[in-house]
């Protein structure tokens, strides 16, 4: 079955410095693959996603991911952070083919953004 | 842009009583999704529906039913809430080949 894994529940940076929160999936078949936000109290949305095109996505916010199909990744980045980054990030797969496009998350990773 | 509501931010019931949580598009969707969020275990998929009538279990259906007798509307039903179902409950909405879009979430308590 198609999981993913993001690497660290909680990541702490200080505003102005470099944001990597990684993600690894596994697959056979390179699936499709999404970045959603959650701020506090509100619902998911959508950073950026990976559909077969450019390995290196550009998102929302000044965030980017690359997509390495030999390390089965897919880490999100910013170089530069803000203190309203901090919310919790979901790395998501639709595996090619995926019934319906049903989405299988990460457990998400929370960032926190010192001043 | 898509707009998908969900009926209540916060709704506190006991156990034992049946709950209703409302979803409702404002845009053509065919497919519709109830996820439950809990800490340290990401979401996970309760059900969805591709069409009207239509429902599928996801991974985690036990103590759960839906109900989509209209297109904009997808209910989630719990038919005797208990304490383990306190959770974050999100709805979401998708076009076939666009992407996910996400309503707020209703925070349930069963005391």
């Known amino acids: 079955a198609q999981s993913v894994t993001q690497l660290g529940s909680h990541v702490s940076v200080s505003e102005g410095a470099l944001v990597l929160l990684r993600c690894n999936y596994s697959s056979s078949v390179p699936p499709y693959l999404f970045w959603y936000v959650q701020y506090p109290n509100q619902g998911l949305q959508l950073l950026l996603k990976?559909?077969?095109?450019?390995?290196l996505v550009k998102g929302i916010n000044g965030f980017e991911a690359e997509f390495k199909k030999s390390e089965t990744s897919f880490h999100l980045t910013k170089p530069s952070a803000h203190m309203s980054d901090a919310a919790e990030y979901f790395c998501?797969?639709?595996?090619?083919?995926?019934?319906?496009?049903?989405?299988?998350f990460g457990k998400g990773t929370k960032l926190s953004v010192k001043p | 842009d898509v707009k998908v509501t969900q009926s209540s931010r916060y709704l506190v019931k006991r156990t034992g009583e049946k709950v209703f949580l409302e979803c409702v598009q404002d845009?053509?969707?065919?497919?519709m999704f109830w996820y439950r969020q809990d800490p340290g275990l990401g979401l996970r998929l309760i059900y969805f529906?591709?069409?009207?009538?239509?429902?599928e279990k996801g991974d985690i259906p036990e103590g759960y039913s839906v109900s989509r007798e209209k297109k904009e509307r997808f209910s989630l039903i719990l038919e005797s809430a208990s304490t383990n179902q306190t959770s974050m409950y999100l709805c979401a909405t998708k076009r076939q080949g666009s992407s996910y879009t996400f309503g707020s979430g209703t925070r349930l308590t069963v005391v």
């Open positions: 998501a797969v639709r595996p090619y083919g995926g019934s319906q496009g049903n989405l299988i």
């Open positions: 529906s591709y069409d009207v009538k239509m429902k």
């Open positions: 990976y559909t077969s095109a450019a390995t």
């Open positions: 845009m053509d969707h065919e497919n």
